[in-house]
């Protein structure tokens, strides 16, 4: 696996660091061009058929996890979704809620919570995405067995609150390949259907995308 200069949580999104990132303009570059991918993606041919009754729900509720400064909530609202930003630093949150107050925009709402810790109560997304942040679900856990717990766990309550036929599309920086099994594995054993795309995989700007249907 390539090794590239990534961004270590939490020191990269911190105080100053927060500041920092939200005024980095390569940052907010990549990060809105992989959600352009990343809306690509969504209506992926490769994952069967498109639910054509969400056309009846409009609007279509997103969640986007570990929003950050909500770069990415940003191209997500241009594209017309309703999106919930979670994000676990207050810190980010507040430049995404800096975003919004300057979009004039009513379909961002911003949460702070864990993405392992969600506290949604009912099946409400149509879409669920993440750019750059779901790898760092298990940062503070040491051993294997708690890794496998929170990765399992997660998923499926992300199975709990997507709707039927409704697609999950992560963006993350797995460490090695067992990382990225540990990642697969807890979608598809908790009844996800779907697979990998790697972009440039021997480049420093390479990009591992897990495509996921309900
Ligand atoms: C690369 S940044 C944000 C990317 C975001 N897509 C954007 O457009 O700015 C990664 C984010 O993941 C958040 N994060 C890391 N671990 C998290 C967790 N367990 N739950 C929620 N957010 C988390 C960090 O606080 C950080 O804001």
Redesign the pocket.
């Known amino acids: 696996m390539v090794k590239t200069n990534l ?1 270590k ?2 020191d990269s ?1 911190i105080g100053k660091k927060a500041v920092e990132y939200d005024s980095l303009r390569w940052m907010e570059r990549n ?1 809105k061009r992989t959600t352009q991918k990343i809306l690509n993606f969504l209506d992926d041919k490769k994952l069967g058929k498109i639910n054509h009754n969400f056309e009846k729900d409009l609007p279509l509720y997103i969640l ?10 940003e191209i997500l609202i241009n594209a017309g979704f309703r999106v919930i930003g ?4 207050e810190d ?1 949150l507040s430049k995404a809620n800096n975003k919004k107050t300057k979009l004039k925009s009513h379909n961002l709402e911003l949460i702070l ?4 810790h969600l506290p949604f109560k009912t099946i409400s997304f149509h879409y669920i995405v993440s ?3 779901y790898n ?2 298990t ?1 503070y856990y040491n051993s294997q067995r708690e890794k496998v717990k929170i990765v399992n766990n997660t998923a499926k309550y992300l199975y709990k609150i997507l709707k039927d036929n409704g697609r999950i599309i992560i963006e993350f920086y797995p460490e090695n390949v067992e990382d990225l099994e540990l990642f697969t594995n807890s979608f598809i054993l908790n009844g996800f259907e779907g697979f990998i795309v790697k972009t440039n995989p021997k480049q420093k700007s390479g990009q591992t995308f897990l495509l996921l249907k309900k």
């Open positions: 961004p949580f939490p999104y990060q986007d996890l570990g929003c950050g400064t909500g770069f990415s909530s979670v994000d676990i630093l980010m919570a864990d993405i392992s750019i750059s942040a760092f679900i940062h």
